[in-house]
């Protein structure tokens, strides 16, 4: 079930498309639900199915084809690093293994404390800039050396620390 909030939002969304077409707010109303659970479940796939008048594989296949959709609850910050080949090229391998040494996780592990959860990304788009990583689905990081990825690291952490 959804909270009347968010059948207010789905209808927002909703209203953006002609009456036959509402399945085209998919993607919109699967963010709103990830936006509150931090994830998209199983659960919520069906939800979103119901409200759109979807077959429940339709919106599976949609959250399973894009990597900014959390299958499972993830770390506070979600890092992605394209391995694509233009940046594989230009070690956008080597910076996910640096990652993945520096957090003591391997690519698609959440750390310990909750904080991080590495991931590896297709292209994004800025492969004149590799390494290339998103944060939190939001945030390009360009250039990403192993000093530039130590210090948003450790810049997060801080971050942290400093929340009371």
Same mark, same amino acid.
């Given at each position: 079930?959804?909270?009347?909030?968010?059948?207010?939002?789905?209808?927002?969304?909703?209203?953006?498309?002609?009456?036959?077409?509402?399945?085209?707010?998919?993607?919109?109303?699967?963010?709103?639900?990830?936006?509150?659970?931090?994830?998209?479940?199983?659960?919520?796939?069906?939800?979103?199915?119901?409200?759109l008048?979807?077959?429940?594989?339709?919106?599976?296949?949609?959250?399973?084809?894009?990597?900014?959709?959390?299958?499972?609850?993830?770390?506070?910050?979600?890092?992605?690093?394209?391995?694509? /080949?233009?940046?594989?090229?230009?070690?956008g391998?080597?910076? =996910?293994?640096? @990652?993945?040494?520096? *957090?003591?996780? +391997?690519?698609g592990?959440?750390s310990?404390?909750?904080?991080?959860t590495?991931?590896?990304?297709?292209?994004?788009?800025?492969?004149?800039?590799?390494?290339?990583?998103?944060?939190?689905d /939001?945030?390009?990081?360009?250039?990403?050396?192993?000093?530039? =990825?130590?210090? @948003?690291?450790?810049? *997060?952490?801080? +971050?942290?620390?400093?929340?009371?």
């Amino acid at each position: 079930m959804i909270s009347e909030q968010t059948r207010a939002r789905f209808d927002r969304e909703v209203a953006k498309y002609p009456a036959d077409q509402k399945q085209s707010a998919v993607m919109a109303c699967l963010t709103i639900l990830q936006e509150e659970h931090g994830y998209v479940s199983a659960e919520s796939e069906k939800v979103v199915a119901e409200y759109l008048g979807m077959p429940p594989i339709a919106v599976h296949e949609v959250t399973t084809f894009y990597n900014m959709y959390n299958q499972r609850p993830v770390g506070k910050y979600k890092l992605n690093v394209c391995t694509n /080949l233009p940046c594989q090229l230009r070690d956008g391998a080597k910076a =996910l293994k640096h @990652l993945e040494h520096k *957090l003591g996780i +391997a690519m698609g592990e959440t750390s310990a404390d909750g904080l991080f959860t590495l991931q590896q990304s297709e292209c994004l788009g800025a492969c004149a800039d590799s390494p290339v990583m998103l944060v939190n689905d /939001l945030t390009m990081c360009s250039f990403m050396s192993n000093e530039k =990825l130590d210090q @948003l690291i450790e810049g *997060l952490k801080s +971050a942290e620390a400093k929340q009371p």
